[in-house]
T-cell receptor
Framework: AQSVTQLDSHVSVSEGTPVLLRCNYS??????LFWYVQHPNKGLQLLLK??????LVKGINGFEAEFKKSETSFHLTKPSAHMSDAAEYFC???????????FGAGTRLTVKP | KAGVTQTPRYLIKTRGQQVTLSCSPI?????VSWYQQTPGQGLQFLFE???????NKGNFPGRFSGRQFSNSRSEMNVSTLELGDSALYLC????????????FGNGTRLTVT
């Protein structure tokens, strides 16, 4: 079965500096990988999705993630943090041969002015 | 296009009661999945329905059940409520299933006293 580990429960950056949220996954098959963002008292919103078409995936709001099979990683990055990026971020893995998915524990991103 | 709608937004129940939560998916989406979010356990997959059939179920007791109607609207029922069932319950819809991008509602916050 697939699994996902988000390596940091909390990341704090200053506005205008780069963001790095780390995610490692485990999967027996070709996985689909996602990053979702959750603002307080809201549902999750899809940032980006990897499905083997390209290893570097660009998402919304300036975020992107790189799939590295050799490292089983799918880290999320953004060159310059904005105050509105403060939220909880979830890395998600799904295997294409079943209808199950696993969420990471989440990383809370704080952006300081 | 209207988003995923969950009702009610907040709910307070007492132990032993049962509760039914409702989810209206995005028009055209045939897959509806349900998730429980708690501070201790994080986000956990409950089950997924596609064209009125349950395709997969997470590791939850039989007190948690669901169904999907012919118009793709879905309901989730929890019987014999326990204090530990207090959580944010999220519903998501998608075109094909949990390995395609999910569109989440804002959730129903259930408090069991």
């Amino acid at each position: 079965a697939q699994s996902v580990t988000q390596l940091d429960s909390h990341v704090s950056v200053s506005e205008g500096t780069p963001v790095l949220l780390r995610c490692n996954y485990s999967s027996s098959y070709s996985p689909s990988l996602f990053w979702y963002v959750q603002h307080p008292n809201k549902g999750l919103q899809l940032l980006l999705k990897y499905t083997s078409a390209a290893t570097l995936v660009k998402g919304i709001n300036g975020f992107e993630a790189e799939f590295k099979k050799s490292e089983t990683s799918f880290h999320l990055t953004k060159p310059s943090a904005h105050m509105s990026d403060a939220a909880e971020y979830f890395c998600v893995v799904s295997e294409n041969n079943n209808n199950d998915m696993r969420f990471g524990a989440g990383t809370r991103l704080t952006v300081k002015p | 296009k209207a988003g995923v709608t969950q009702t009610p937004r907040y709910l307070i129940k007492t132990r032993g009661q049962q509760v039914t939560l409702s989810c209206s998916p995005i028009s055209g989406h045939r897959s509806v999945s349900w998730y429980q979010q708690t501070p201790g356990q994080g986000l956990q997959f409950l089950f997924e329905y596609f064209s009125e059939t349950q395709r997969n179920k997470g590791n939850f007791p039989g007190r948690f059940s669901g169904r999907q109607f012919s118009n793709s609207r879905s309901e989730m029922n929890v019987s014999t409520l326990e204090l530990g069932d207090s959580a944010l319950y999220l519903c998501a819809s998608s075109l094909q299933g949990v390995d395609s991008p999910l569109h989440f509602g804002n959730g129903t916050r259930l408090t069991v006293t």
